[in-house]
C-alpha cells in the first residue's frame, strides 16, 4: 500500500482553512488555526481578518506565530491592542468564527479543556480555558478542531470549560448567552460534523477520504446523527501542500 501524500495534521489545516471565509473575522489560537488561517489567506481569503488573544486585529500571515502573543501576530495588522480590547470586541458581536479545541467534546459541543476526572481530584490537569470560554460564548460561530476518538467524543465533558449548546435547545440562552450564538462546525481526522437544528445535537456531515461511517461510530462515544446524505470532503490539492511545507511551515513545526 502507497503511503499517503499528505498527514492528519495537513489535512486538518485544510479543512479548517476551506471554512474560513474572505471578509470575515476570526478568532485564531495557536496550533492548527494559525496555519490554517495563513492558508486561507493565501489560497481563498486574502481579506481574513485574524484576531489574536494578546491584540493582534488583521495581521497578515506571512511568517507562522508560535503562539497567540508572538509578535508575528501584529506583521502589517489593522491595529494592536490588548487581551480587554479583544475580549469586548468578542462580547459585543464584532467577531463572526472562533477556532477552538479541547481534550473532550459532547454531543452538544461542549467542549473540555479543564480537566480529566473530579475536578478537586483530576486524573489529569489540563491547561484549562484562556480564551476558549470567551470565544465560545461570544464569537457568532465556532469551529473545534479534534482528533477523532471515543475518549474525545465522549456522552459527558468530565468539565465545560468552553459552552457549546449545553444540555440542548434554548439552554445557552437560559443562560445568558447570546441569541444566535454556538457551535457551527467539528472538524476532525475522521470527518466533518455540524449540529441538528432542533435538537442541537451533533450529526455528521461529510467524511474525510478513505473513511467509512461505521468508523467514525465506532470512535465516537455517543449516538451522533447520521443523515441520509453524507458528503465527503476532498484531499489537500497540491497546491495547499506546496504552501503548507515550503511558505507557512518550512520548519514542520506544526506539520
Known amino acids: 500500500m502507497s503511503e499517503p501524500?499528505?498527514?492528519?495534521?495537513?489535512?486538518?489545516?485544510c479543512l479548517a482553512s476551506r471554512l474560513m471565509e474572505d471578509d470575515s473575522?476570526?478568532?485564531?489560537?495557536?496550533?492548527?488555526?494559525?496555519?490554517?488561517?495563513?492558508?486561507?489567506?493565501?489560497?481563498?481569503?486574502?481579506?481574513?481578518?485574524?484576531?489574536?488573544?494578546?491584540g493582534g486585529t488583521g495581521a497578515i500571515l506571512e511568517k507562522l506565530p508560535l503562539a497567540v502573543g508572538d509578535m508575528r501576530t501584529y506583521n502589517k495588522a489593522l491595529h494592536a491592542s490588548g487581551i480587554?480590547?479583544?475580549?469586548?470586541?468578542?462580547?459585543?458581536?464584532?467577531?463572526?468564527?472562533?477556532?477552538?479545541?479541547?481534550?473532550?467534546?459532547?454531543?452538544?459541543?461542549?467542549?473540555?479543556?479543564?480537566?480529566?476526572?473530579p475536578q478537586a481530584h483530576p486524573k489529569v490537569r489540563l491547561p484549562g480555558s484562556g480564551g476558549a470560554n470567551d470565544v465560545g460564548s461570544a464569537c457568532w460561530r465556532t469551529i473545534a478542531i479534534?482528533?477523532?476518538?471515543?475518549?474525545?467524543?465522549?456522552?459527558r465533558c468530565d468539565f465545560i470549560t468552553t459552552p457549546g449548546f449545553l444540555t440542548g435547545p434554548g439552554a445557552r440562552e437560559d443562560a445568558g448567552l447570546p441569541r444566535g450564538t454556538g457551535p457551527y462546525r467539528v472538524i476532525s481526522n475522521l470527518a466533518l460534523m455540524g449540529f441538528d437544528d432542533e435538537t442541537k445535537r451533533m450529526m455528521l456531515l461529510a467524511l474525510n477520504p478513505g473513511v467509512t461511517v461505521e468508523q467514525v461510530l465506532?470512535?465516537?462515544?455517543?449516538?451522533?446523527?447520521?443523515?441520509?446524505?453524507?458528503?465527503?470532503?476532498?484531499?489537500?490539492?497540491d497546491e495547499e501542500l506546496r504552501l503548507l511545507r515550503d511558505e507557512i511551515d518550512p520548519d514542520k513545526l506544526y506539520i
Not at 477556532?99 to 459541543?109: K, M, N, R, W
Not at 447520521?226 to 470532503?233: C, K, L, Y
Request: aromatic letters at 10%; a negative charge.
Open 146 to 155: 479534534m482528533r477523532h476518538g471515543k475518549r474525545r467524543f465522549v456522552p
Open 25 to 54: 473575522t476570526a478568532f485564531i489560537g495557536t496550533g492548527i488555526p494559525m496555519l490554517a488561517a495563513s492558508l486561507a489567506q493565501r489560497m481563498h481569503a486574502p481579506n481574513l481578518v485574524p484576531i489574536f488573544e494578546f
Open 5 to 13: 501524500r499528505y498527514n492528519p495534521s495537513e489535512l486538518l489545516i
Open 218 to 237: 465506532e470512535e465516537t462515544g455517543f449516538d451522533l446523527i447520521v443523515p441520509a446524505e453524507i458528503g465527503r470532503n476532498e484531499a489537500p490539492t
Open 84 to 117: 480587554c480590547d479583544i475580549m469586548e470586541a468578542s462580547q459585543r458581536g464584532f467577531v463572526e468564527w472562533g477556532f477552538l479545541g479541547g481534550a473532550q467534546i459532547d454531543c452538544y459541543g461542549n467542549l473540555n479543556s479543564t480537566v480529566i476526572g
